[in-house]
Nanobody, 121 residues
Framework: QVQLVESGGGLVQPGGSLNLSCAAH????????MGWYRQAPGKERALVAH???????NYADSVKGRFTISRDNAKNTVYLQMNSLKPEDTALYYC???????????????WGQGTQVTVSS
């Protein structure tokens, strides 16, 4: 059973910073991509950033220049450094991983439990 373990969420003032971490545990053959999504009350879950094995990244327009996604392939871990946080960034943040558990098997998408980020003065 694959499990994504997240950490780093919390309460921060506007302009502050947080760093989220997500590690994939379990029977894993390879990880194709990992990323972060967020969902605010009354809003759809939306992509924040993702990164593939070739280190190609993609960011939502609203976070470009403020957030940085990185990945440690040896540890199957993805990070999200969030700077210059705004109240609009307040949401439940979910980690996502696209991975295989067996060499010739299919790729599946897995989700973390979500970690709350609240930006407020």
């Amino acid at each position: 059973q694959v499990q994504l373990v997240e950490s780093g969420g919390g309460l921060v003032q506007p302009g502050g910073s947080l760093n989220l971490s997500c590690a994939a545990h379990g029977r894993i053959f390879s990880v194709n991509a990992m990323g972060w999504y967020r969902q605010a009350p009354g809003k759809e879950r939306a992509l924040v950033a993702h990164i593939i094995s070739g280190s190609i990244t993609n960011y939502a327009d609203s976070v470009k220049g403020r957030f940085t996604i990185s990945r440690d392939n040896a540890k199957n871990t993805v990070y999200l450094q969030m700077n210059s946080l705004k109240p609009e960034d307040t949401a439940l943040y979910y980690c996502n991983a696209d991975l295989k558990t067996i060499v010739r098997g299919p790729s599946y998408s897995y989700w973390g439990q979500g970690t709350q980020v609240t930006v407020s003065s």
